[in-house]
């Protein structure tokens, strides 16, 4: 039995997981639960689930779930704090962790997690993109199996070489080609993306995610992010990724070699694959996914991004190039502008402008340790408020005089 600890239990990624696990009664056992307020899900999945630990980093979220769960579940300890998600990512009852909590917040428990030698499987791209160099070394130290749970990257995963070290291309790697759905505003205009709604950004073709991944999706950086983790895991140069609109989410990517083969890893557009290969491996389970209907599908369509219409992207592979603390200032941004967008208080351009203006007038510098890339990040969020709150205030100036 692996034992499996699932950080963000309550999100998009959490929930397909749980699915994945419930499928394998013999061969999983969920030791731990982690998320951050929603105590009534997590109650749920508890009662559902049994662990040996369920952690909130709200405190008093925690202290609500102690009270939802009434003594229904005694074998379970409830666990509060944000260190409680470390402790739960180091425990040794825990052989496997999921790294499925969203944005910067879910750094500390996937480094814990590398440097207690487990087998992790990184949905929290951002840890990758804020701190890279740091979770690879820490994961080669420890002994860790770093496995990618996005999409992409499990893909070009599967198209490597076994054996691969995490960070090294393997040799006769040419170059990997990501690709991108493109978002639900692939094809509208650009001067309407100033009018639209965080409903309508969230509303993605293909997947179904949580709200932030999905507005990363509309703006193009959830490709970006993904190409500065590419360059992270597979040890490439940002020249080395090129990025493709690819509508229908089938050809999930592909890696070229220097004899000009090209291996490519399809499937449905379904997180639960690559859940399950990542799971598994380098065994296959049952993941509960409808097999691939070509026919149905027809034909598979590919072009270039537009970066003038997705800024978002450009600023993604400047980072990507400039290395060092750019992408922490990148990320750190980004996540301070998107939230802007969904409580409405920016448009959507507005997030690309928030970033570049936070980047340009940036430090950066080079990633020593794990406290400069937190100065940076701090560094980063700042300076995105101050941005959101000068565009709010020059908007307010200009309706008082027109
Ligand atoms: P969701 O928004 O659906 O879920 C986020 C999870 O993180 C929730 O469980 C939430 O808990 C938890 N969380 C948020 N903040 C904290 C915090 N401060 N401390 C502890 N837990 C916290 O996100 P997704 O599942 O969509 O995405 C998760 C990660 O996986 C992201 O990094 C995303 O980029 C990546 N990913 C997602 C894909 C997808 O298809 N959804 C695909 C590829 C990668 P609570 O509910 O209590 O707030």
Redesign the pocket.
Known sequence: MIGVAV??????????TLDVLARHPQRFRLVAL??????A??ARQVLAFRPAYAA???ES?ASELTRLLAGAAPATRVLAG?DA?EQVARSSEVDCVM?????A??LR?TLAAARAGKRLLL????SLVMAGPLLIAAAKGAGATLLP???EHNAIFQCLPHGTTPGAAPPGLKRVLLTASGGPFRDTPREALEAVTPEAACAHPN????????V?SATLM?KG?ELIEACVLFGLRPEQVQILVHPQSIVHSLVEYVDGSVLAQLGAPD?RT?IAHALAWPERIDSGVESLDLLRAGRLDFRAPDLEKFRCLALAQAAACAGGLHPVLLNAAHEIAVQAFLERRLNFPGIAAVIEAVVERGTGGAIGGLDEVLAADAEGRVRARERIGGMARSASMKGAHA
């Open positions: 950080l963000g239990s309550t999100g998009s990624i959490g929930e397909s982690a998320a951050n307020t929603n105590a899900k997590l909130l980093a709200d979220a944000a998600l790294a499925a909590i969203v944005g917040a879910g428990s949905a929290n791209k951002e749970i996005d999409s997947w179904v995610m949580g709200r932030k991944i999905s990363d959830n992010l997180m690559p």
